[in-house]
């Protein structure tokens, strides 16, 4: 959705309540009190839902990311047009000057929200098929005083460790011969530090097992394949980061180019939040307009709440239409 598109859509907060009740009714409740999916009722006087089973009211707000929050829908959703109008995102402080906002950690809480309902609509999806997988250094804010006393260089105390995979789909051309890759969805995640433990927890939570793992020889790497049906290992050199392992080295250069250019530099307390949306936005990269709307739905879906529905019920009711592999997320 453009910019001419949202004010022709969305002049009031009336048409954001619409909107919102809309796209719930068809998404489905979540009762917190039957601890499932239930019909319920819209009462259009106060402007609630009300269960059919236990009687509770939810406010249009219940079970959303926008809960508890005392900014309007109007401000909700021109938040969610901005954080997906570009690829690149917007720095927290012109984020704050175009919503209008007075203070600056009103803008700075409303972004990081935004951007870890990303991070919990991605993780609902695992990378299939053959799978790259590698670490990324990245620099972090710390204290001058405290950076002279830090070693330089990888392992260094000011860099942040992230583990990279990338879905690798082989392709040949059926006139040349030529074999290459197309890249498929991403997952991204801080660690603490790289250790077997580390790679296995973020292999088994990120990558299905019936995938086909691509690393180097690093001996952290050990195991991984009691994970996956294959582990490859490849010697970790310039043709390997443009063959094997190519698609993971192009995100972690982006990724870096992204965080400098926009951000300059970010905490460690909020990392995973960035990466969230970094990651989010290039598993949607060729989504443009409709990007608005995936956010809609990611902002509603009751992830914290445990439900007695199927993944698949809900993903078909989000998505009510076919879609083509790489564009239903």
């Not at 959705?1 to 022709?8: H, P, S, Y």
């Not at 011969?177 to 197309?182: A, F, Q």
């Not at 990007?291 to 993903?315: G, K, M, T």
Request: aromatic share 14%.
């Amino acid at each position: 959705m453009n910019i001419f598109e949202f004010i022709n859509h969305f002049p009031d907060e009336e048409s954001c309540e619409r909107f919102l009740k809309t796209y719930r009714e068809k998404t489905g409740i979540y009762c917190k009190t039957c601890k499932f999916m239930t019909r319920h009722y819209w009462f259009s006087g106060r402007k609630f839902f009300e269960c059919s089973k236990c009687r509770r009211r939810s406010s249009l707000k219940s079970g959303t990311v926008m809960e508890s929050s005392n900014l309007s829908l109007h401000t909700w959703f021109a938040a969610f047009l901005l954080m997906s109008a570009t690829k690149k995102g917007f720095s927290c402080l012109e984020f704050q000057r175009q919503l209008g906002l007075k203070r600056y950690e009103t803008a700075f809480n409303l972004m990081h929200k935004i951007r870890s309902v990303m991070g919990k609509r991605d993780d609902l999806y695992f990378l299939k098929g053959m799978v790259e997988y590698d670490e990324a250094y990245v620099r972090k804010a710390t204290r001058h005083e405290v950076q002279k006393r830090l070693k330089r260089g990888k392992g260094s105390q000011n860099h942040a460790v992230v583990a990279v995979a990338s879905e690798s789909i082989p392709l040949e051309d059926a006139d040349s011969g030529i074999k290459s890759r197309h890249c498929g969805f991403f997952k991204m995640r801080e660690l603490q530090e790289v250790t077997k433990e580390s790679v296995l927890q973020f292999v088994a939570d990120a990558v299905s097992p019936k995938s086909v793992l691509f690393t180097d020889k690093n001996t952290a790497y050990y195991n991984l394949e009691r994970l996956v049906e294959e582990h490859v290992k490849v010697k970790s050199s310039p043709d390997s980061t443009e063959g094997d392992l190519n698609w993971v080295n192009v995100a972690i250069s982006n990724l870096k180019k992204n965080l400098l250019g926009i951000y300059h530099m970010v905490s460690e307390k909020y990392l995973q939040n960035y990466l969230d949306e970094f990651v989010y936005k290039l598993n949607r990269r060729y989504f443009g307009e409709k990007l608005f709307n995936r956010l809609i739905v990611a902002s509603i879906y009751p992830y914290v709440q445990h439900y007695e529905l199927s993944d698949f019920f809900i993903f078909q009711t989000c998505n009510p239409l076919p879609l083509q592999h790489g564009k239903h997320r």
